[in-house]
Structure formats: C-alpha cells, structure tokens
C-alpha cells in the first residue's frame, strides 16, 4: 500500500550494529504497529502505537524500541543487532475512529527485509 | 504459545477448484477474525473478515465458515485461479487494543 512507506526496504548488517527502520504514512490513521515475519511463525507483534504519547510492547519485544516521532512516523530500532533479528519487517497502520464500525483494518507497508550477519 | 493455529503450511490447488484454509483459536475472548492476503514482496492486505456472531460471510469467492463451539474459522477460496496464488494469513483480535494475533500462514499455488 503506497499510503504507508518503509525504509530502508532492504539492509544488511553486522552483528552488535545500531540499526533503524522508518515507517511514513499519510493515511491520517492514529494506530501504527511493528511486526516481524518469519518462515512459519507468521507475523509477530513487536511494539504498538496508539497515538504519539502512547506506546506500548507487543509478544516480542525484547531487544527493540521504537519512537513516534508524529502522527505519521513510527521508527524501530535494533541497539545491537543479533543474528536472530534477521527477518522481514513490516509496519502497519489503523483508524481507531473505525473500530466501533466494525472496521478494523490495518495497513500494511512493504516491508524491509533485514539481514543480520 | 500460538494461539492461532493454522494448516495446511501449503496447499497445491488446480485452475477452478475450491482452496480450504483452516485456523483454530484457543482465546474465547477474540471477538474479530480477518484472513490476510499477501503476495510475494508486498505486506498483507485485508481480504475479508468476520466477527462471532455470525457462522459464515461471503464475499464474492472468498467465505468465511466460522464454529464457535470448536473455536475453529476456515477461508474458502471457490474457483481458485492462479491470481490467488499467495500466502495467506489468519488472525484473531480482542478488546479495544485490537493486537492481531497471527497464525502460521499458508502458501496456496493454483496451478493454470
């Protein structure tokens, strides 16, 4: 989906590297979330965002943070990255004006598959 | 713990006949079920969802059958054709937080 942006879209790293993905979006929704996907587990929560001030840890969120710059900006970060991380990453966005209407939609970015050596 | 389980891992189906994906839950408190669709190099896209208070919904070749009682929720796919052909998700959701809970995904090739 072009309304939400990621990158890098690809990038490889070396072990105990500061790294950091950026997700962009310009749907105006309030809602972002980090997941990571790997062969056979599907994707998994790492951090999510319900506006600005709120941020909470999704089912795996050891050895990540992530920062909300704005609205529109949800950055995640890898201090020192490990083998283990090497995944594909996506970002996602929801409208909570929606929920109540059943609608409860999230929007996926194209991913940044990330490579830890 | 996967809450969400999903088979098969992989599905192999011909041109016109009917793809089934099936995902079991064990949370009762879920209260919303979308299936995913995502093709190689794109992030997933909603393809059609239900909530627990119906049994199926139908959206154009694509239903959702969902038991309740078995805490089970399967995606038909009828006339597959080989632009179906992608991995699919299932999912599972609760509260107001709205945490999609993912199960393991299936890669469906429709065969032409």
């Known amino acids: 989906d072009a309304d939400v942006t990621q990158t890098p879209r690809n990038r490889i790293t070396k072990t105990g590297k500061r790294i950091m993905l950026e997700c962009s979006q310009t749907k105006g929704h309030d809602r972002m979330y980090w997941y990571r996907q790997d062969p056979g587990l599907g994707l998994r929560l790492i951090y999510y965002s319900f506006d600005v001030k709120d941020i909470n840890k999704g089912e795996i969120s050891d050895g990540y943070s992530v920062s909300r710059q704005a609205q529109a900006k949800f950055s995640l970060s890898l201090e020192s990255a490990i083998p283990n ?15 109540d209407m059943g609608l409860d939609t999230q929007y996926f970015g194209p991913g940044t598959r990330l490579t830890v050596l | 713990q996967q809450q969400v389980k999903q088979s098969p891992q992989s599905l192999i189906v011909q041109k016109g006949g009917i793809s089934i994906i099936n995902c079991a839950y064990e949370n009762t408190a879920f209260d919303y079920f979308p299936w995913y669709q995502q093709f190689p190099g794109k992030g997933p896209a909603l393809l059609i969802a239900i909530r627990p208070d119906v049994s199926e919904k139908k959206e154009g070749r694509f239903t959702i059958s969902f038991n309740k009682s078995a805490k ?33 995904g299936t890669q469906l090739t429709v065969l032409p």
């Open chain 1, 85 to 99: 991380q090497t995944a594909l990453y996506f970002c996602a966005t929801s409208d909570s004006g929606f929920r």
């Open chain 2, 72 to 104: 089970q929720f399967s995606l038909h796919i009828m006339d597959s054709q080989p632009g179906d052909s992608a991995t699919y998700f299932c999912a599972a959701s609760k509260g107001s937080a709205r945490q999609l809970t993912f199960g393991s």
